[in-house]
């Protein structure tokens, strides 16, 4: 199972953009891998849950994964055409989440913030 993970992880770490079980189950079969989807789809919790990949929610409601390049609180603007994906950072809404957080009397203060959009290459078709 480690070594499934690793795999998994490997065809992540190759990708430029966020991508879903599906593709990556596609691009490991392509390759010639016999992985089955669900282990796909348990490696991939088994990575997320540990934190080793970022996991987001597409406008669509499909869950898509990607190896980040930074392991420091960042967020994403994700192309939702190809699924390019640009680490930005944002100091304006750490601020905001902290600070509305302790407006209302919360603590242990955590977000997740994406933001989508197309890339420049998807909106000029190329
Ligand atoms: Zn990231
Ligand atoms: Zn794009
Ligand atoms: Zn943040």
Known sequence: MSTRRETVRQ?????????????????????????GLTTVYRALQALSDSGEIDVLRTDDGEAVYRACITDTHHHHLVCRTCGKAVEVEGPQVERWADAVGAQHGFTDITHTVEVFGTCAACASGE
Do not use: V
């Open 11 to 35: 065809a992540l770490n190759e990708s430029t953009g966020f991508r879903s079980a599906q593709d990556l189950y596609a691009d490991l079969r392509s390759e010639g891998s016999k992985i």
